[in-house]
């Protein structure tokens, strides 16, 4: 579904990915894990248009994604959850997931979809009319999540989902991912909660210092004594 | 110093009111213009005084007036995306002073222009609408008209900005800019959309004015500094701080002007403006909406 192949990528005369090469099959769960400042947000930046790639292909089901302005990733069927979730703080709920189908495509949707996601997360139905600044940081996770899903995504990209959470609602949005995943959405995650994304994957990556350093399934990165020892303290 | 509670006096409180829904008009294009797109158009004044020549024009070449009126709309609507297009974006990125001087210097070419163009006497369209008389009370009807309009005119952009799918993202990039691109929403366009509407309310000002005032090139200078007040007594940015705002500040120069007289009241309000930027430097709404 999604292909990168040998992709750069920096900011300014600083280069944060080298040579980046990875695949997304459509109905997999793909983890990219690592250290603070690997490199995780920017591939992520990349895919969805944030950041232009320098060098490299990308493609999403065969459409060259370097070749398409940055709003128009969202229509090849691309949802980005950014990190820090990103909700627009003085909107309420219901706005917020409106803007999420803001593309023509997903208009037409907009009342099925609702229903959808609602249904999916009933906890948003009863906060519709409130601003989502004033959500507690689970539910914000849960309606940046819902707002990625109203565009009608293929691939979802999710950044650091459990970043800045507690202990307890950090499990509840593992769940959340769980979740979507059953509703058969793709999903690249990059998290560095290693062992609690390494249970919902099907595959990942290592990424270091900006270079793709291992990649197999989920069980064989979480049975690796190099990532046991570096990111899960074992 | 003549200020009792009778009845002149209620008729200076009632003016006020009805100047303010011009002056909330004005400043609810500007405070859009800066919510939006962070950059404040020095020249807004000057668009409408173009907007009420072209008005002015269109109704003596034999347009009837609400024509010429919405000539006047939409010419200073597409007025504000060519500003937008040609003199903004350029610095979209620049340092904020930058972007203050070039629609600075929008503004006195426009002055320039129009004095050129249009000589410096003062123009009248000559539309008398006459006056409401209640008790001893008199009230143009340009202004009740005036303020009607803009109530009006601030009610149907709330809803657009409320219900729409191009008026919730006008209101979403305010409050984050970078991650527009994720939901689908094309910046450039929406900071078009939003000039087009900052420019088509500046037009619709120009056409309320007309009924009012005389047009002459430097009308914009008897506004410019009395909207710039408003908004950032409101909180620049802050559409609902600017149109209470405005209702303080009509308040201080009706008022003030029937108490004393007329000429102190703008001095009045702007000493009122001092002392609460002195007091409250982000306004008293501090902040955008």
């Known amino acids: 579904m999604l292909e990168l192949s040998n992709v750069d990528a920096g900011y300014g005369a600083f280069q944060a990915l080298f040579g980046v090469s990875m695949t997304v099959n459509a109905g997999e769960a793909v983890a990219v894990i690592g250290a603070n400042g690997a490199g995780k947000t920017t591939l992520l930046r990349v895919i969805s248009g944030l950041l232009p790639a320098t060098a490299g292909t990308m493609t999403m089901e065969g459409v060259p994604l370097r070749e398409i302005a940055p709003h128009k990733v969202i229509s090849t069927g691309i949802a980005h959850v950014p990190e820090g979730r990103r909700l627009f703080p003085r909107l309420s709920v219901e706005n917020n997931l409106k803007i999420g189908a803001f593309i023509p495509a997903a208009r037409d949707k907009f009342a099925e979809r609702l229903a959808f996601v609602y249904d999916l997360f009933p906890r948003l139905k009863e906060r519709s009319h409130q601003l989502a600044g004033t959500l507690s940081g689970g539910e914000q996770q849960m309606c940046a999540i819902a707002r990625a899903l109203m565009s009608g995504p293929k691939l979802i990209l999710l950044d650091e989902p459990s970043m800045g959470l507690a202990p307890v609602i950090v499990a509840q949005v593992f769940d959340l991912v769980r979740r979507i995943r059953a509703q058969g959405y793709t999903v690249l995650i990059v998290e560095q909660n290693v062992r609690q994304v390494l249970k919902i994957a099907d595959r990942a990556y290592l990424l270091e210092v900006g270079r793709l350093k291992m990649g197999g399934t989920a069980q064989e990165l979480a049975a690796s004594d190099e990532i046991r020892r570096a990111y899960m303290g074992i | ?289």
Not at chain 2, 98 to 120: D, R, S
Not at chain 2, 191 to 198: C, D, E, H, P, R
Request: net charge neutral; glycine share 12%; hydrophobic share 60%.
């Open chain 2, 1 to 289: 110093m003549d200020c009792q509670l009778d009845i002149f006096f209620l008729e200076a409180v009632l003016n006020g009111l009805l100047l303010a829904g011009l002056l909330a008009l004005l400043a609810l294009g500007l405070n859009l213009i800066f919510g939006v797109i962070d950059v404040v158009w020095i020249c807004y004044a000057e668009l409408v005084m173009v907007g009420m020549y072209g008005i002015f024009y269109a109704h003596k070449g034999g347009a009837p007036f609400l024509l010429a009126a919405a000539v006047g709309v939409v010419l200073i609507a597409l007025a504000g995306m060519v500003l937008h297009h040609f003199v903004i974006r350029p610095v979209l990125d620049s340092a904020p002073i930058n972007q203050l001087l070039v629609t600075g210097g929008v503004l006195f070419v426009l002055q320039a222009a129009a004095t050129m163009a249009f000589g410096i006497e003062f123009r009248n369209i000559g539309i008398r609408l006459g006056s409401y008389n209640v008790l001893d009370m008199s009230f143009s009807y340009a202004r009740i008209v005036t303020f009607a309009v803009a109530i009006g005119a601030m009610v149907l952009l709330w809803a657009f900005l409320q219900r729409t799918y191009i008026g919730i993202a006008i209101r979403a990039i305010a409050q984050d800019r970078q991650i527009m691109p994720l939901m689908g929403v094309d910046q450039r366009r929406v900071y078009l959309v939003t000039s087009a509407i900052g420019g088509g309310l500046a037009g619709l000002a120009a056409a309320l004015m007309v009924l009012q005032f005389d047009i002459y090139p430097q009308i914009g200078l008897q506004f410019g500094p009395l909207i710039f007040m408003i908004c950032v007594l409101g909180g620049l940015g802050n559409m609902i701080g600017g149109f209470v705002a405005a209702f303080i500040i009509s308040e201080f120069i009706a008022v003030g002007g029937s108490c004393f007289a007329t000429e102190w009241g703008y001095a009045i309000a702007f000493l009122f403006f001092m002392m609460v930027i002195f007091i409250r430097p982000q306004g008293l709404f501090g902040g955008k909406s």
